[in-house]
């Protein structure tokens, strides 16, 4: 079975860190692109940052200079650093990821999404 798994969200104060980790396990050839996405309540699901595998980033533009996404390839785990966080990054994150798995078959994985609620 090919999964992603999530783990790190939580409750921070505005201002604060989290830091979000997503491991991917299962029948994988290779892991290309990795990414976060986020929906809040009432909103539709949209991408927060992104990584090639080698290394190449993009962000949305509501958290540039504030999130960095890093991957480790030997892993297949990427990771989500969240500083200066602000109410309205309140969401449930969720990683991706798109590869290959042992039969070179495309394949996109989703993560269970990970609660970040940031509130004083």
């Known amino acids: 079975q090919v999964q992603l798994v999530e783990s790190g969200g939580g409750l921070v104060q505005p201002g604060g860190s989290l830091r979000l980790s997503c491991a991917a396990s299962g029948s994988i050839f290779s892991i290309n692109a990795m990414g976060w996405y986020r929906q809040a309540p009432g909103k539709e699901r949209e991408l927060v940052a992104v990584?090639?595998?080698?290394?190449?980033?993009n962000y949305a533009d509501s958290v540039k200079g504030r999130f960095t996404i890093s991957r480790d390839n030997a892993k297949n785990t990427v990771y989500l650093q969240m500083n200066s966080l602000k109410p309205e990054d309140t969401a449930d994150y969720y990683c991706?990821?798109?590869?290959?798995?042992?039969?070179?078959?495309?394949?996109?994985?989703w993560g269970q999404g990970s609660l970040v609620t940031v509130s004083s």
């Open positions: 990584i090639t595998r080698s290394g190449g980033t």
């Open positions: 991706n990821a798109k590869g290959l798995d042992l039969s070179l078959r495309s394949l996109e994985l």
